[in-house]
């Protein structure tokens, strides 16, 4: 088992910056990937903000691109993501995440995969 564990979430103004941090813990040997996904409310599903590989591959969303930087410590076991120039439609619970199995591009996080509590970033306009 993996137990993520998140901080940094917010209230923060249009165009200011916030930087999350999660923190993996156990059977952490299996995990090849960490990412962070959002959820707006009402929406059942998660959509990707960015996932950084263990061999230091990135992918971002479209969305967040050139404002979000996704970085990892393999000694501290954790995975950050900083993000600026934030925007009212940034607002989100962000969640962090380590897939069971293998990520790969395109992959949709299932309920199975581990993931962390969730923190709550609003961005006022």
Do not use: H
């Amino acid at each position: 088992q993996v137990r993520l564990v998140e901080s940094g979430g917010g209230l923060v103004q249009a165009g200011g910056s916030l930087r999350l941090s999660c923190t993996a813990s156990g059977s952490i040997s299996s995990i090849n990937a960490m990412g962070w996904y959002r959820q707006a409310p009402g929406k059942w599903r998660r959509e990707l903000v960015a996932v950084i590989t263990s061999g230091g591959i990135t992918k971002y969303a479209d969305s967040v691109k050139g404002r979000f930087t996704i970085s990892r410590d393999n000694v501290k076991n954790a995975v950050y993501l900083q993000m600026n120039s934030l925007k009212p439609e940034d607002t989100d619970v962000y969640y962090c995440n380590a897939p069971r199995g293998t990520w790969y591009n395109g992959r949709i996080p299932g309920p199975d995969d581990y993931w962390g509590q969730g923190t709550q970033v609003t961005v006022s306009s």
